[in-house]
């Protein structure tokens, strides 16, 4: 096994997620926030880029703080959500540098895939990168996370890692994660956890890569897109 994700493994019961503080089903669950502490602290991860702003964020500045230059990028669609963790952050002490985001969905095209897509300045994560480590903890809207892995991508360092939460969801993550390793075969390896949590997937930037977007399915996936975009703008998915 991935020796970053053995040692996450064998240590993640030691970090603690106070019952106090977790603020219930909407967060990232206990165990995958002890996986994600544990295994940024496995990679002695320095910068890091989080989409899905909330206690998760809490958790992973906590493990950042230990690092000298340390950054966190959280970006979010919801500025309530964005300043609540902002002031989870704030009110813990933890002297980690965060910064927060607050960034409507909007459907953009990848190759012929309509998606939706957090609407970030032009060259923002690339600017804010090379990023050790993303975690992908959104909301779950259809197809508001196959995106965010296309616009993460070169503003990770190779060797660095994308962290996806409730990855054991047959019909869509799995299809993201299947997606992803069309667009970027060897350039990327992916490990799913499907026993911690919800599932986390847990894949290593092995090389840069120019995606190649996949075709098939790029019809539904249209579909659905505005579907879920329709929903959003209506309020269904609040
Ligand atoms: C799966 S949640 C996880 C958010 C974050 N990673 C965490 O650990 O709390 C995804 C989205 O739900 C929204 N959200 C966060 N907290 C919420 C709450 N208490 N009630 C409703 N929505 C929430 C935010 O917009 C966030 O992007």
């Not at 992908?136 to 994308?162: L, N, Q």
């Amino acid at each position: 096994m991935n020796p970053y994700i053995a040692a996450a493994v064998a240590e993640m019961d030691k970090v603690a997620v106070s019952r106090l503080e977790h603020p219930g089903d909407l967060a990232l669950d206990p165990a995958s926030c002890r996986f994600v502490a544990a295994f940024a602290r496995a990679l002695g991860a320095r910068r890091a880029l989080e989409f899905g702003s909330g206690f998760s964020t809490l958790m992973l500045a906590r493990e950042l703080a230990a690092q000298e230059d340390n950054y966190l990028l959280s970006i979010d669609d919801s500025a309530r959500h964005s300043r609540t963790a902002r002031e989870a952050v704030e009110n813990s002490g933890c002297q980690a540098k965060v910064e927060f985001r607050v960034a409507p969905l909007k459907p953009e095209f990848y190759g012929l895939r309509l998606l939706l897509s957090y609407s970030l300045a032009p060259g923002l994560l690339d600017a804010m990168g090379p990023f050790d480590l993303v975690l992908i903890d959104t909301p779950h809207h259809k197809f508001g996370r196959e995106a965010v892995f296309y616009d993460a991508f070169r503003a990770v360092r190779p060797g660095g890692y994308v962290v996806m939460a409730g990855a054991n969801r047959e019909a869509e993550e799995n299809l993201y994660v299947r997606n992803w390793m069309s667009a970027f075969g060897e350039a990327i390896d992916p490990v799913l956890l499907e026993g911690i949590g919800s599932g986390i997937s847990v894949i290593e930037k092995i090389s840069e890569a120019e995606p190649h977007y996949p075709v098939r399915g790029a019809l539904w996936t249209s579909f659905k897109t505005l579907y879920g975009y329709g929903r959003l703008l209506s309020g269904g998915e609040q």
